[in-house]
C-alpha cells in the first residue's frame, strides 16, 4: 500500500520525480509508529512496561536520523520472537557483582529491554561507587547505542554504551568476516550547551548506510567494503556475495589496525567479560540464517559504563568547562564558511527535533514488512 | 659523533648504501641506554625511584618499537625541566576520590612518574569496588600509554590508559588544531596465550610516522594531514607549514568525524574530568613553544582504567575465553598467505624481545642530542 502525490510545476520531469519519491517513503506521525510498534510487542507478549519500553527505544533511532535501527528491524525482531531466540518474558538476572561491576543474563530478552536494565544498574552502581560497569550475556540487538548512553545524562552521569553483533567485518589483512560493526557510543554532560553524544560504529561506514545505497543501486566509496578475496570494492551488495566490511581506516596504511582493535575491543568487553558469544559466533539478526555452530557462549553481548561526574569534580564545575570545551570547538576554524565543525550529537539532536514535529519518513519497503506483520496480529499501521 | 661499518659486496653500490644506514643509526644494548637515561634524570633532581620509574617507562617506548616517544625525547624532557615546566620532585596528591574513582594532580611531574602513580591507584581501587578510575591533572607527557595498562595485567586486571597532548589534529570540517594524537591504550590480559595490547593514537598516523617520513625526505599517503586552509596534501613536514593531522578515518567519508569524537573523548576524560587543560590549551612538549593563553586548566591531563576480570566471571573462564578469542582471530582466513592476521600488540612483543637481546637503535640526530645534554651534566653516553 502506498500513496502519492502530485505536483504540477513549470520543470520538465518534476512531476515523475515527485511521484518517484512519494512511492520511495511515506512521512508517518511519532505517535502512530510508536503505537503500532507498541501494539506489535504487546502481541508477542511482551508486558505493558516492556512494550512501551521497547518501542521508546527503538524508535528513537528513526527520530535521531538512524533509520536502519528503527521501525525498519520491528519485523526482524518478531521473525526472532517466531524463531523462539526471543523472549518476551525474560527474567533478567544479576549473575555476578561488586560494588562498581555487575553481569547481566538478559534470558535471551529484547536488547531493546535487557539493555535498559543493565545501563540503569550501571547508573545505580555509581551512585554509589562512583562509576559503575555491566557486561550483558544472553541478550538480542538492543537498537542504537546511542538510546542507553544518554540514560546517564539525566543523573549528571557520563554514559557508555556498546555492543557485539553478528560478523560482518573483516580484520586487517583477512578475508574473514570476525567481527559485527560492534558500535560505542559515548554520552557526556554539559550545562548551558546540549550534551556531547558520540555513537559511531567501529567500521569505515555503518551497515545502515550500506543499505541507502543499496535502495538507489549506487556504489560505496572505496575503503568501505571488500570482495570475498580481499580485492577492494565498491560494490555496495558485495556483502551478499561473501565480501566484508572493513573497519575504521579502511586499510592498513590508513589505520585499519586501529578501527580492528577497536571492534575487538567492543566484542571483548561486551562478551568475554560477560560470557556471550563473541567473534564469528555471535547469533545472526535475520531469523531465517542458522546459528553458528559451537557458539563459545549465551547470546549477543553488551557493555555499559556510568560515570558521576561529581566523583571526579564538582558537577558544577564540569558543566561549565565542558560547556566551554563545546563552545571552543564549534567555533573552531571551519574549512569552508559554510560548513561549521559540529560537535557530536548535533546533526542527531536536530534530526530528532524536526522528525518529532514533522514526522518520520518510511521507506514504502518497510511499510509494506510492517502491514504484512501487523494482518498476522489482527494490527493496521494507518 | 658516529661510527661506520664498511663491508664490502660485489654489487655496485652497496658499499654507499651501508656506509648511509651506519650513519644514520647506532644499536645500542638497553643497559647502556638506560644506565645514561637514569643518570640524567638523576642529574637534574629524580630521586633513585623516580628516575629508575621513568626510564624504564620511557625506554619501554624504544623496546616495544615506538621510536618518537622513547629515548628520543629525553632532551626534551630536560628542556621543560630546565623551562621550570616540569618539577623534577613533585608531591602528587590525590585530590578527590570515591570507592572508584579518584583525580589526581601530579604537581607538574614528569608523566613518566605520574602516570604509573595514578595507574597504580587505578589498580588498588579495583581491588576493592571492582574497577578504579583515575583522572589526572597538571602532568606531562607520559610517554607511551601502553606502558601504563599494562602494569594491569600481573593483577588478572583489563587496563586502560589515555591522555590528551598538545593540539595537532583538526576535527572534521576544520583547519584549526584543536586535538593532539590523543592516544588510547587497552591491555587485556590471556592464559596460555600473550596479552591483547592495543595501543594507538586517534589520529590516521601517529606524528611518529610522520618523523620517519620526513627523515627519509619523503611523502605521505593522502588522508594523513591536510595543508593550512584544509587542502589534501602528502607533505611530511605540513606541519611546520600551518598544516594539521587528520583524525582516524581521514575525511568525512571515511569517517574522520569517528576519530575526531574518540580524540575528544580522550581530551575530555583526560582534563575536563580532572582540571587539566584541554584541546587547543594543551601545554606544548617543545620547550620554546610559548604555554597558550587564558588555560582552562592546569597542565596535561590523562585518564586510567582498572577492571578485575574477575568482577565480571572467574579469571579462569575469563582467561580461557581469550586464548579461545585470540587463536580464533589469529587463524582468521588472511588475505594473503604470507600476512597472518595480528592481535594487537604482537609486533610490539615482537620487537620487544629482539630489541632487549640485540639493542636499541638510535638514529644519529638523537645520539647527537643525547651526547649534548650529557655533556651539560659531565655524563658520557657512550
Known sequence: MFFYTVINT???????ILLYLARMAQTLPYRQLADFTYSIFKAIGCSDADAALATRVLLSADLRGIDSHGVARLTGYVRLWEAKRVNATPEMKIVHEMPSTAVVDGDAGLGLV????????????????????????????FGIAGY????????????????????????TFSTERMLGTNPIAVAIPA???????????????????????QRKNAGTPLGWVQEGDGTDSTDANILKK??????????????SHK?????????????????????????????????????PGKGLGHFFGAMRVDA?????????????????????KPTNELNKVLIP????????????????????SVIDELNAVGQKFGLALN
Open 345 to 364: 550529537g548535533d546533526p542527531e539532536r536536530e534530526m530528532e527535533a524536526e522528525r518529532m514535529a514533522g514526522g518520520i519518513p518510511v521507506v514504502d
Open 191 to 213: 550545562g548551558t550547551q546540549p550534551p556531547f553524544v558520540a555513537d559511531f560504529a567501529t567500521t569505515t561506514a555503518s551497515n545502515g548506510k550500506l543499505e541507502i545505497l
Open 148 to 171: 542507553h548512553a544518554m540514560m546517564a545524562l539525566d543523573h549528571d552521569m557520563i554514559g557508555i554504551a556498546m555492543t557485539n553483533a553478528s560478523a560482518l567485518v573483516a580484520p
Open 312 to 332: 571526579f569534580r564538582t558537577a558544577d564545575e564540569f558543566k561549565d568547562h565542558m560547556d566551554n570545551w563545546i563552545t571552543r570547538f564549534r567555533n573552531a
Open 242 to 255: 561473501g565480501g566484508s566490511m572493513l573497519p575504521l581506516g579502511s586499510d592498513r596504511e590508513h589505520g
Open 259 to 295: 578501527g580492528y582493535a577497536l571492534g575487538s575491543i567492543v566484542d571483548i568487553f561486551s562478551a568475554v567479560l560477560s560470557g556471550a558469544s563473541y567473534g564469528p559466533w555471535v547469533p545472526p539478526f535475520p531469523a531465517y540464517v542458522p546459528m553458528p555452530e559451537n557458539m
Open 114 to 141: 535487557v539493555a535498559p536494565f543493565a545501563m540503569q544498574l550501571a547508573i545505580d552502581k555509581a551512585r554509589n561507587a562512583g562509576t559503575g560497569w555491566v557486561s550483558v550475556r544472553n541478550s538480542n540487538h
Open 10 to 16: 513549470h520543470i520538465p520531469g518534476q512531476k515523475i
